[in-house]
């Protein structure tokens, strides 16, 4: 290797002198001054990586002498450019690419010195602009990175604490798909998660940068880290927007690639200007920094292109300044005593403030070295602007403060605990004490986190699952606050462990959902309140139906019966037979009734009654029917009045005491109790309606074996028994619940199993008592000689009825259908003395016939007849003058019974 002590640089191609620096390099004094005194070291590589220059910020940042570098091969002094992708950079330059930076941390094993560098490779250019080598410029970028460290940690604390950074976070599998992001990426580009987790990076930039991006994804994988990456990207509303990235891999256990971890920030309007060095003299035009040559009387000798746009002057105008000038008040004070530091220990670095020519000021870091220029002493300065390294530290500064307060102000719980099964709070803020119920967090961080949750299984199970995961996102748990009060809350908690895999605590956050919990409860008990309501009404509209058409075929056996009883005489021997048929036609019709009800086709012969009489006729029953092994208490107090029909509500009350007595097989208590209760807009829970005023409350109670939630929720459905086969039809308390709807109260029922049952029944309270018509009502007539027109579409019911009108003595006109008999009665009006009328037919309804009827004849008699009662659809007909009513199947009696008395009003 050659050896020279005249200069730090040296030139080995043909017509150089060895130890100056050749005519291509710019051989004059000022760039030999300016080389050998930058802050960045600087060296160039021929075509075949030997060094032609080193300067002396080299020597400081490699330990070796220009002596033992110049001439020497770079592969074979310096093993570590290749693994850090020096080497591959300098050959991309050699064959043509632009300049290449590279960040690396260097240890020197001559030294043991460990540095952060920053290298940028630049091409060497002859005359004929071929690439004759390449410059590379070395920054000691060491203390950056130390400052980059400390304020990281400083952070480290609060960011761990709150996921929601100013910048925006993303996260890539191997192939580029996001995996995760952050609030503040989507609020920069505009997309909601869903709509981006699971597609390719490269859907979400410029497709100038889709290239890039695939080229050095892989490299960046291999790498493990990228600084300053830029992207131009496409926001959801088509804009685009520039960022820069920072990045690192996340690897698994194994060193094997997990995910990206990458930070970025909008730079949209403000692009940091790094200016790498080309040849020596482009370096200087178009450094990142302000390089400048001025005397000890401030005038300035050189500066370079970018010290002029720092400052906002040309070439011209600023050259004819001198550094009082430039430099701010505070600056200029301490410009003498500078200068003596600088000439005697020969260079010093401060922070300066400079006027622009617009007359605002910019910060400077500034690095002097004392030189010479033609002869005299003179000052090398090399100025940084560091307005943004200020302002970002300010931004710092700031941002943790905003954290600080975000993080005591979110009515968000945010909570730190040891991951013991106890748990013992490390760090909370005030929403969390306050969503536990405590005045403080000091008196929140007194307190267990076990001691929160209202069951321990429940905190035992969350820990399970947040060890065995890690981390657990949106999870509903039943807490507490301190005093014992029950809430709900959606927990997401993450485990941070150390190196060797031990949980060191636990970062979660909380949000009380109490209120959500409670709404949807309320939401969800309406809507099976709902169903059931509908279930009902749909059983209850088949149940009406079957039985309409079950009593018109009970109408024709009971009809066909009594007729043909009577046409056989009292003594003959089927008498008895018909009888029988006649009996059993009876109790279907009960049955039938008792469907009706269900079907709440409303009240059949309402009356105001006194509570305390139905209970006693209750009583009787009960005396009779209910096993001497079941000791019976009444009490009914006398007054309460129920509007109601009495026979109904018994048999209601009779079926609840019935379910009572089939609960006691080894006997028991059943109590009946009445009571006067008042209700002001309270909400029924069984069926949803509002009760409102005075109610005649009718409680039976006893202490059989009660209900399990299960049965409770269906006992009221038709056909739901718990009865063996043969013991129960089902029907019991679905009707019951159908008589007691029907008079427009409530049913409640409580149980449990092994407790017993209570029912409650509420009915509307009456105001006076009306005395029962069956007392006075005297034997009526029931023949006659009129001629009566019977329409009904049932054809056999039809027939028997026009049998039984004749049989008493009736003429008898026979319509199948609504439009015959309007026929009929258009022709022979003035012959019918009245109209028997099915109110259920399918061409012509009742009603429809009825109306027609009264067009013809306004003073026409009509008697309805359905197997529904008088106070449902019949209910408004009857209102009219010359109308009656008989129920469906009907006994010959009760038909000429209506007809007669109907026919005999004047």
């Not at 030294?111 to 920054?139: K, Y």
């Not at 009888?579 to 009876?586: F, G, K, N, V």
């Not at 609840?656 to 609960?663: F, I, R, T």
């Amino acid at each position: 290797m050659p050896r020279t002590g005249a200069s730090p640089m040296r030139n080995t191609p043909e017509g150089t002198e060895p130890g100056h620096v050749g005519t291509g390099l710019h051989a004059d004094s000022v760039l030999k001054q300016i080389i050998s005194n930058v802050q960045d070291g600087i060296v160039v590589y021929s075509r075949d990586l030997r060094y032609l220059v080193w300067n002396p910020v080299m020597e400081r940042l490699s330990g070796r002498t220009a002596e033992e570098a110049l001439g020497g091969d770079a592969r074979e002094l310096f093993p570590h450019l290749k693994e850090t992708g020096v080497l591959d950079a300098i050959e991309q330059v050699l064959n043509g690419a632009p300049p290449i930076t590279i960040d690396y941390e260097y240890t020197d094993t001559r030294t043991g010195n460990r540095l952060w560098i920053s290298d940028t490779c630049s091409p060497l250019l002859d005359e004929r602009g071929g690439i004759m080598g390449v410059i590379g410029t070395v920054r000691d970028i060491t203390p950056y990175k130390r400052l980059e460290a400390e304020l990281r940690q400083s952070q480290e604390r609060f960011r761990d604490l709150f996921d929601n950074a100013p910048l925006g976070y993303q996260s890539l599998d191997e192939q580029g798909n996001f995996i995760e992001i952050n609030d503040t990426w989507r609020r920069i580009l505009g997309y909601s998660k869903e709509e981006v987790m699971g597609r390719n990076f490269s859907e979400f930039i410029h497709p100038d940068f889709q290239e890039v991006f695939r080229e050095n994804f892989p490299k960046f994988k291999t790498l493990g880290f990228v600084l300053g990456v830029e992207f131009e990207m496409i926001r959801k509303d088509g804009s685009t927007i520039l960022v820069t990235f920072d990045g690192k891999i996340g690897r698994n256990k194994d060193g094997s690639f997990k995910q990206t971890h990458c930070v970025l920030q909008e730079i949209t309007g403000r692009r940091r200007a790094e200016l790498t060095l080309r040849i020596m003299a482009e370096m200087l035009d178009n450094a990142p920094c302000s390089i400048t040559v001025h005397d000890f009387k401030g005038r300035f000798l050189y500066a370079n292109r970018k010290t002029f746009e720092l400052h906002g002057y040309t070439k011209d105008e600023f050259m004819g300044l001198t550094l009082h000038e430039v430099d701010t008040p505070q600056s200029q004070q301490l410009i003498e005593e500078r200068m003596r530091l600088i000439s005697e220990y020969g260079e010093a670095s401060f922070e300066v403030e400079h006027f622009r020519k617009d007359g605002s000021s910019f910060p400077l870091e500034v690095f002097v070295k004392l030189t010479d220029w033609a002869g005299e002493p003179a000052m090398l300065s090399i100025g940084t602007d560091i307005t943004e390294r200020k302002r970002a530290g300010q931004a710092l500064r700031e941002s943790e403060e905003r954290y600080r307060g975000l993080v005591t102000n979110v009515n968000i719980g945010i909570y730190r605990n040891t991951p013991g099964p106890r748990g013992r709070f490390i760090e909370a803020n005030p929403a969390l004490a306050r969503i536990h119920g405590c005045g403080s967090v000091e008196e929140l961080m007194a307190m267990d986190v076990a001691d929160l949750y209202q069951n321990p299984d429940d905190r035992a199970a969350f820990m399970d699952e947040l060890m065995r995961a890690g981390m657990v996102k949106a999870r509903e748990l039943p807490l507490r606050k301190k005093n014992g009060e029950p809430i709900w809350v959606s927990c997401s908690a993450t485990v941070h462990y150390d190196n060797a895999g031990n949980p060191l605590w636990i970062d979660g956050i909380i949000e009380d959902i109490t209120d959500r919990k409670n709404a949807e409860t309320e939401r969800q008990r309406l809507q099976a309140q709902l169903f059931q309501s509908q279930k009902m009404e749909a059983i209850g509209h088949l149940a009406g139906g079957m039985a309409h058409d079950f009593n018109n075929m009970l109408g024709v056996i009971m009809s066909a019966a009594e007729i043909a009883r009577q046409e056989v005489g009292e003594n003959s021997p089927a008498e008895e037979e018909f009888e029988a048929i006649r009996e059993a036609a009876l109790r279907s019709r009960d049955l039938t009734m008792k469907l009706l009800t269900f079907a709440r086709r409303d009240r059949i012969d309402v009356k105001g009654v006194n509570a305390a009489k139905i209970i006693g006729d209750l009583h009787g029953i009960l005396k009779r029917t209910v096993p001497k092994s079941i000791n019976i208490t009444v009490a009914a107090p006398d007054g309460i009045v129920i509007n109601c029909d009495a026979n109904q509500i018994v048999q209601a009350l009779v079926n609840v005491c019935n379910n009572a007595v089939d609960a006691m097989p080894a006997g028991g208590r059943l109590d009946i109790k009445v009571h006067a209760a008042e209700f002001q807009d309270f909400d029924c829970y069984q069926c949803g309606k509002i009760m409102q005023g005075a109610y005649c409350l009718i409680e039976i109670t006893d202490n059989g074996i009660g209900m399990t939630p299960d049965t409770l929720s269906r006992i009221t459905e038709p056909f739901f028994t718990t009865k063996g086969i043969g013991k129960g039809t089902g029907l019991g308390l679905s009707v019951t619940l159908g008589i007691v709807h029907s008079h427009n109260g409530h049913l409640h029922l409580y149980s449990e199993p092994g407790k017993g049952t209570s029912v409650k029944i509420y009915l509307p309270a009456g105001e006076s008592l009306i005395e029962s018509a069956a007392a006075s009502r005297a034997a009526a007539p029931i023949a006659g000689t009129e001629t009566i027109l019977v329409v009904d579409d049932e054809q056999a019911l039809l027939t028997l009825a026009g049998k039984i009108l004749s049989r008493n003595g009736y003429k008898t006109i026979l319509a199948p259908g609504g439009a015959q008999a309007v026929e009929i009665y258009q022709k022979q009006g003035r012959d019918i003395a009245a109209v028997v009328l099915d109110l259920m037919m399918p061409d012509m309804d009742g009603a429809q016939v009825s109306a027609r009827l009264k067009e013809l004849n306004p003073e026409v008699k009509i008697v309805f007849s359905s197997g529904f009662s008088s106070e449902g659809v019949a209910a408004n007909l009857l209102k009219e003058d010359n109308r009656a009513f008989v129920q469906k199947p009907f006994e010959i009696g009760a038909l000429c019974g209506a007809i007669r008395k109907l026919l005999d009003q004047t």
